[in-house]
């Protein structure tokens, strides 16, 4: 075999061959590269491994020891394959360890094997000898003296995810050759930066990686903040965050529409507004305006809870483009969603001379050329729409600012798709699912951020209860009081496919019952997704004039829907449904002056469920509803998979090392505004070019 380095396929790895290697690509693991960036989860101090004489109850411990006697347990217990074995060591005292469901482990740990053993030290229950149940073991090599014996025992050993039968021991040796076989590897990050943030070389990090040296401090180790852990992880991050950098940079650069903040645009503003904005409302504009005012495209993604007031920043931003000479597009996830703010621009513009065209997938083929032409001709001046608004078809005379609504529910394909309907338009993305910031930073890292962080005046959070469904008629009799009152009230069933046929049927069931049986007495009405947009339209309609008081609903009624004399929510079968959802469903109500009310109805739960009713109970806010969610789905859930473009993280973890990610996009910030020197940033850039794009796939670097 001749030299390995980073990019050799890790079958040249001694000990791997074809098999393992096939194991490893399971993985992802295809390189040595690769191999080297599999990190350890944990690692153990087996350089001062307890004697068993010395154990204590209550104490995490690692013991090597030798099998004594194992067994599986007498014949009334088969069925539970208890698994016993004792161990012993130099100190002459016996431990007993017990695993359940574990018969196989009569052919792993026959008497004589020596092991590594780590688990809880406790008194056991049976015979009251100190013991371990189900600790994890490694068994070590037979011979003290075997070379190899070094890398399990007698210092702090890492200790890796197991693949197919790949353990945590092979892992080690496999690591330790790769290691073995390399030469010093060269250090990509830019030498100025090492030196004054003094991280340790990428050749001494990745070594200490796997194999800490003695005076390593366990405790940090197994944080993740031992300086060698923590170089990587800085410097994984320093790439991307450098790679989206160099992105807005370029950006900012290139030419694009400089829209004129002219006095005419700020006398129709004045016109418009039907409320006086919060604080946080003009801030943003002023952020926005800024960015239309300058002669290259705005790309800003505009974060703000539920009921914050996006769409009247979005209709002040329309109305600098308008009185600029340009169109504005504003492409909504949903039918509803696009018909609504259809309707509430019409409402805002309505005294200020625009043409405000809706387009969607339901209309008639000559609806659509018939507005398509208003397009192209530049007669419409606002433009709403779904998806149809992607279409090959439509062109824009000149569209100068694109808007994407909810921008979570669109890929990164479609936004570009938009914005290929004008040159270089400016950009604005708006979300109501506050999305952590340290996923905003890498996700949406080629972006400026403008968030909202207040709601109007007069707002009062919502009370949230957690309901049994046994206790239904409770909420029924409560529910009745509120539209009693004057109210209208949201019942919503989770049907999370508009597809799914089944469940479309249940909530129409759900409707007749409490229509006919719980409800005469009110008006009661239906919305789901399969609907016919025109029924779908006048129901919305009806429930807005409040001709209909209760709105029996699917899923779709999540985004956008206003209507402030709503003020309960009743969400059916609450478990179902994931923490993003369950907050923009109650983001329906509480958008008046009055008190309103979600009511979480759920069967039994299991502990996610639990945890995500018990955030929703206690806490009305965005931000931390998004942390709680991202902590217990993970990055890659967070966003379903309507959403692509996480970066493969491999030794950076985006929940636990935010701080880190924070370090490194700053540093990456500052490398690009002021470059050490031409020789480094040239380095860095290439570097970029040939090794990160590959593996983020995220952005092109410019
Ligand atoms: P979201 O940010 O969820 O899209 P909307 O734009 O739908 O929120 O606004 C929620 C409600 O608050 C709307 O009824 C809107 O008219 C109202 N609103 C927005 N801004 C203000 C304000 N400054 N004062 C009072 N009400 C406002
Ligand atoms: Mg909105």
Same mark, same amino acid.
């Given at each position: 075999?001749?030299?390995?380095?980073?990019?050799?396929?890790?079958?040249?790895?001694?000990?791997?061959?074809?098999?393992?290697?096939?194991?490893?690509?399971?993985?992802?693991?295809?390189?040595?590269?690769?191999?080297?960036?599999?990190?350890?989860?944990?690692?153990?101090?087996?350089?001062?491994?307890?004697?068993?004489?010395?154990?204590?109850?209550?104490?995490?411990?690692?013991?090597?020891?030798?099998?004594?006697?194992?067994?599986?347990?007498?014949?009334?217990?088969?069925?539970?394959?208890?698994?016993?074995?004792?161990?012993?060591?130099?100190?002459?005292?016996?431990?007993?360890?017990?695993?359940?469901?574990?018969?196989?482990?009569?052919?792993?740990?026959?008497?004589?094997?020596?092991?590594?053993?780590?688990?809880?030290?406790?008194?056991?229950?049976?015979?009251?000898?100190?013991?371990?149940? @189900?600790?994890?073991?490694?068994?070590?090599?037979?011979?003290?003296?075997?070379?190899?014996? /070094?890398? @399990?025992?007698?210092?702090?050993?890492?200790?890796?995810?197991?693949?197919?039968?790949?353990?945590?021991?092979?892992?080690?040796?496999?690591?330790?050759?790769?290691?073995?076989?390399?030469?010093?590897?060269?250090?990509?990050?830019?030498?100025?930066?090492?030196?004054?943030?003094?991280?340790?070389?990428?050749?001494?990090?990745?070594?200490?990686?796997?194999? #800490?040296?003695?005076?390593?401090?366990?405790?940090?180790?197994?944080?993740?903040?031992?300086?060698?852990?923590?170089?990587?992880?800085?410097?994984?991050?320093?790439?991307?965050?450098?790679?989206?950098?160099?992105?807005?940079?370029?950006?900012?650069?290139?030419?694009?529409?400089?829209?004129?903040?002219?006095?005419?645009?700020?006398?129709?503003?004045?016109?418009?507004?039907?409320?006086?904005?919060t604080a946080a409302q003009k801030r943003v504009l002023a952020e926005i305006?800024?960015?239309?005012?300058? #002669?290259?495209?705005?790309?800003r993604l505009l974060q703000g809870d539920v009921?914050s007031g996006k769409?009247?920043v979005?209709?002040?931003?329309?109305?600098?483009?308008?009185?600029?000479?340009?169109?504005?597009?504003?492409?909504?996830?949903?039918?509803?969603?696009?018909?609504? @703010?259809?309707?509430?621009?019409?409402?805002?513009?309505?005294?200020?001379?625009?043409?405000?065209?809706?387009?969607?997938?339901?209309?008639?083929? +000559?609806?659509?050329?018939?507005?398509?032409?208003?397009?192209?001709?530049?007669?419409?001046?606002?433009?709403?729409?779904?998806?149809?608004?992607?279409?090959?078809?439509?062109?824009?005379?000149?569209?100068?600012?694109?808007?994407?609504?909810?921008?979570?529910?669109?890929?990164?394909?479609?936004?570009?798709?938009?914005?290929?309907?004008?040159?270089?338009?400016?950009?604005l993305v708006m979300t109501a699912t506050p999305i952590p910031r340290?996923?905003a930073l890498?996700?949406y890292?080629?972006l400026d951020v403008s968030v909202l962080d207040e709601l109007?005046?007069?707002?009062?959070?919502?009370?949230?209860?957690?309901?049994?469904?046994?206790?239904?008629?409770?909420?029924?009799?409560?529910?009745? +009081?509120?539209?009693?009152?004057?109210?209208?009230?949201?019942?919503?069933?989770?049907?999370?496919?508009?597809?799914?046929?089944?469940?479309?049927?249940?909530?129409?069931?759900?409707?007749?019952?409490?229509?006919?049986?719980?409800?005469?007495?009110?008006?009661?009405?239906?919305? @789901?997704?399969?609907?016919?947009?025109?029924?779908?339209?006048?129901?919305?309609?009806?429930?807005?004039?409040?001709?209909?008081?209760?709105?029996?609903?699917?899923?779709?009624?999540?985004?956008?829907?206003?209507?402030?004399?709503?003020?309960?929510?009743?969400?059916?079968?609450?478990?179902?449904?994931?923490?993003?959802?369950?907050?923009?469903?109650?983001?329906?109500?509480?958008?008046?002056?009055?008190?309103?009310?979600?009511?979480?109805?759920?069967?039994?739960?299991?502990?996610?469920?639990?945890?995500?009713?018990?955030?929703?109970?206690?806490?009305?806010d965005g931000f931390?509803?998004a942390?709680?969610?991202?902590?217990?789905?993970?990055?890659?859930?967070?966003?379903?998979?309507?959403?692509?473009?996480?970066?493969?993280?491999?030794?950076?973890?985006?929940?636990?090392?935010?701080?880190?990610?924070?370090?490194?996009?700053?540093?990456?910030?500052?490398?690009?505004?002021?470059?050490?020197?031409?020789?480094?940033?040239?380095?860095?850039? /290439?570097?970029?070019?040939?090794?990160?794009?590959?593996?983020?796939?995220?952005?092109?670097?410019?």
């Open positions: 075999m001749g030299a390995v380095d980073l990019s050799t396929p890790v079958k040249y790895v001694k000990g791997v061959g074809p098999a393992r290697a096939q194991t490893l690509e399971s993985k992802g693991i295809l390189t040595v590269e690769d191999l080297l960036t599999y990190a350890p989860f944990r690692y153990e101090d087996r350089s001062n491994t307890k004697a068993i004489r010395e154990l204590a109850p209550g104490e995490m411990a690692t013991v090597v020891a030798t099998v004594r006697t194992a067994r599986l347990s007498g014949f009334r217990r088969r069925d539970l394959g208890l698994f016993e074995a004792t161990f012993s060591d130099a100190s002459g005292a016996v431990l007993l360890a017990k695993w359940f469901h574990a018969s196989y482990l009569a052919d792993v740990l026959a008497p004589g094997r020596r092991v590594a053993l780590y688990g809880k030290v406790d008194f056991d229950s049976f015979t009251g000898e100190l013991g371990m149940l @189900h600790p994890e073991f490694e068994i070590l090599p037979e011979d003290e003296d075997d070379p190899e014996a /070094s890398l @399990h025992v007698g210092r702090i050993v890492p200790v890796y995810e197991a693949a197919g039968k790949i353990t945590t021991r092979i892992f080690r040796r496999i690591v330790h050759q790769a290691l073995q076989a390399l030469a010093p590897l060269p250090d990509p990050l830019p030498e100025t930066l090492r030196a004054r943030l003094n991280l340790p070389d990428r050749w001494q990090a990745t070594r200490e990686l796997h194999f #800490p040296p003695a005076e390593a401090d366990l405790r940090l180790l197994n944080g993740f903040r031992w300086p060698a852990q923590v170089r990587l992880i800085f410097e994984e991050f320093f790439w991307l965050e450098l790679g989206l950098a160099l992105k807005r940079r370029s950006a900012r650069l290139r030419p694009g529409i400089a829209f004129e903040l002219s006095d005419r645009a700020r006398e129709q503003i004045k016109r418009m507004l039907p409320f006086k904005p305006a800024r960015d239309m005012a300058a #002669p290259h495209p705005m790309n009921g769409t009247l979005a209709a002040e931003a329309a109305i600098i483009a308008i009185e600029s000479g340009y169109q504005v597009a504003v492409l909504a996830p949903t039918e509803i969603l696009a018909a609504q @703010h259809y309707f509430y621009f019409k409402g805002l513009f309505r005294d200020l001379g625009y043409t405000v065209v809706l387009l969607t997938g339901s209309l008639s083929a +000559r609806e659509k050329a018939q507005l398509k032409k208003l397009v192209a001709e530049g007669l419409a001046q606002l433009v709403i729409g779904t998806h149809a608004l992607l279409e090959e078809d439509v062109a824009f005379a000149r569209l100068g600012l694109a808007i994407v609504d909810e921008q979570h529910r669109f890929g990164v394909i479609q936004r570009l798709k938009l914005m290929r309907k004008g040159v270089a338009p400016d950009v340290t996923l890498t996700l890292g080629d109007p005046p007069g707002r009062k959070p919502v009370v949230t209860r957690h309901v049994s469904e046994d206790r239904i008629e409770e909420v029924w009799s409560f529910l009745k +009081r509120q539209i009693e009152a004057g109210r209208q009230a949201y019942i919503v069933y989770p049907v999370i496919e508009e597809s799914d046929v089944k469940s479309i049927k249940a909530a129409e069931k759900m409707y007749r019952h409490l229509r006919e049986a719980v409800f005469p007495g009110f008006r009661v009405g239906l919305l @789901h997704g399969r609907l016919p947009a025109s029924e779908k339209e006048t129901v919305m309609e009806a429930f807005q004039r409040g001709a209909i008081q209760i709105l029996v609903a699917t899923t779709v009624i999540e985004v956008g829907v206003d209507v402030a004399n709503a003020t309960v929510m009743v969400i059916e079968q609450a478990e179902r449904f994931g923490l993003a959802q369950l907050h923009q469903l109650r983001g329906r109500v509480g958008r008046g002056a009055e008190q309103s009310y979600c009511l979480l109805v759920t069967g039994k739960l299991n502990e996610a469920a639990q945890e995500r009713i018990r955030t929703m109970v206690e806490s009305t931390h509803i942390e709680v969610d991202l902590k217990l789905r993970g990055p890659g859930e967070f966003f379903g998979t309507r959403q692509s473009g996480l970066p493969a993280l491999r030794i950076a973890n985006l929940l636990r090392d935010g701080e880190i990610l924070e370090q490194a996009r700053a540093e990456a910030q500052r490398f690009v505004e002021e470059p050490p020197s031409e020789e480094e940033m040239r380095r860095a850039v /290439s570097y970029l070019r040939d090794h990160w794009q590959r593996r983020y796939a995220l952005v092109q670097v410019a």
